[in-house]
């Protein structure tokens, strides 16, 4: 069974940073395309980052340059390391896998960026 558990999430003071992660079960992580995605109260879900199988990686118009994703393959990870946050980046971050819309959403990881 495919789950995801994402952690690392806190609160965090505008241009400071969080790192969080993203424990993969049921597949190996780096035969697959990734993604972390975020969801802000009364918006939807928005897709950031994607890692490929191959390591090649892209961003959103809104991360990119602050945000970066990587993955740990022995550990079946994935991270998104954020730097500069914004108080907009005040979400729920979730990974999951674009190309299997079937497979089950994780709980999320709350970030909230506030002085």
């Known amino acids: 069974q495919v789950q995801f558990v994402e952690s690392g999430g806190g609160l965090a003071q505008p241009g400071g940073s969080l790192r969080l992660s993203c424990a993969a079960s049921g597949f190996i992580l780096n035969k697959y395309h990734l993604a972390w995605y975020r969801q802000a109260p009364g918006k939807e879900r928005e897709w950031i980052a994607s890692i490929f199988s191959g390591g090649t990686t892209t961003y959103g118009e809104s991360v990119r340059g602050r945000f970066t994703i990587s993955r740990d393959n022995a550990k079946n990870t994935v991270h998104l390391q954020m730097n500069n946050l914004r108080p907009e980046d005040t979400a729920v971050y979730y990974c999951?896998?674009?190309?299997?819309?079937?497979?089950?959403w994780g709980q999320g990881t709350q970030v909230t960026v506030s002085s």
């Open positions: 999951h896998r674009p190309l299997y819309p079937r497979d089950s």
